[in-house]
């Protein structure tokens, strides 16, 4: 081993980034008359969550609409890849203009 003088090559250990940075779609204007999917990935109080946001919302736009997160499947799990990869196309046969998101931490 050659006299390295206490100096070692390094490598960085983060490969390039994959993904690319893409815009955010526009935002709605209203959510008056509009379709609201809701997804949920079963993991914290969703279930009750939900039903906040829809009479919080409903009070506000009435004849807003929501497509429950039951209609869609869990976005966790072991069927994960397949869920999220049918939901642009369910999205369209539905009709949806905007999803809600529901997460567990």
């Not at 390295?4 to 959510?31: C, F, H, I, M």
């Not at 914290?44 to 039951?70: I, M, T």
């Not at 397949?82 to 999205?91: I, K, N, S, T």
Request: aromatic share 12%; proline share 6%; glycine share 8%.
């Amino acid at each position: 081993m050659a006299n390295n003088d206490g100096y070692y090559e390094a490598l960085w250990p983060r490969s390039p980034r994959q993904a690319r940075v893409k815009p955010l779609a526009p935002r709605l204007d209203t959510l008056a008359g509009k379709t609201i999917a809701q997804l949920w990935d079963q993991v914290f109080r969703g279930d009750e969550v939900f039903e906040f946001l829809e009479a919080g919302l409903k009070a506000r736009f009435p004849n807003v609409r929501f497509v429950s997160w039951r209609e869609f499947g869990n976005t966790h799990g072991s069927e994960e890849r397949e869920v999220v990869a049918a939901l642009p196309r369910r999205f369209r046969v539905v009709g949806v203009d905007a999803v809600i998101s529901g997460m567990g931490c």
